[in-house]
């Protein structure tokens, strides 16, 4: 049963976007002292179980390039992969009728050159779960872009990637551990400007009762 969307009770976010570059330099040291004496320390760490387990999300990678395929006399098309995202359940006591889901949100596509933004509407995703099941969890509605036709040719305002398919309101969430990804594909109008575009492309896990 897909589940329907309330107010969370928690949340767990990864972003898919830019890179953030750092640079290292040097700098010149003196010389240390010849040594005297010296004693080595041993550095314990005792970590323990998290208390009931916990439920996750991480994401394989923190940035995709879309390249031009597909495109046509009235559209130009995008497309590209988005990065593993694994949702983990170590928990051993969940209630009953409690399930997750994880939500794309993409933002516009801001030029690097102050071209027009694209708007999210424009990107959309085919979700597939990759690790298997016995169907416990399934993968989130294909999602068109709004140069597309029907229902979901909305493009990513908030849109399901994976989800927990409970088959009733008694039932609980199993432990596990459930990864999943998405073909994305961005299409514009063939007018769109030239340049270098960047998206932030927000995942979201979300736990509610339904």
Known sequence: MKITKGTAARCVA???????????GSTAFAAWPDEEDGSDVDVKVDIVPVA???LSLTVGGTETTLSESGSTATFRQFTGALPDVTVTDTRTDVP????WYVVGQAGDFVGTAGQPNITPDHLGWA???????????????????????GANAVGL??????YLALDS????AASGQWTANANLVLKTP????PGAYTSVLT???????F
């Open 169 to 172: 309101p008694e039932a609980k």
């Open 203 to 209: 995942l979201s896990l979300f736990e509610d009762a």
């Open 190 to 193: 063939v007018t769109v400007e």
């Open 127 to 149: 979700p597939e779960v990759v690790t298997d099941n016995d169907g416990e969890v399934a993968p989130g509605d294909v999602v068109d872009t709004s140069l597309d036709s």
């Open 96 to 99: 009953a009728g409690v399930a």
């Open 14 to 24: 990864g972003i898919i976007g830019g890179v953030l570059l750092a640079g290292v």
């Open 52 to 54: 009931g387990g916990a």
């Open 157 to 162: 305002a908030g849109q399901e990637l994976l």
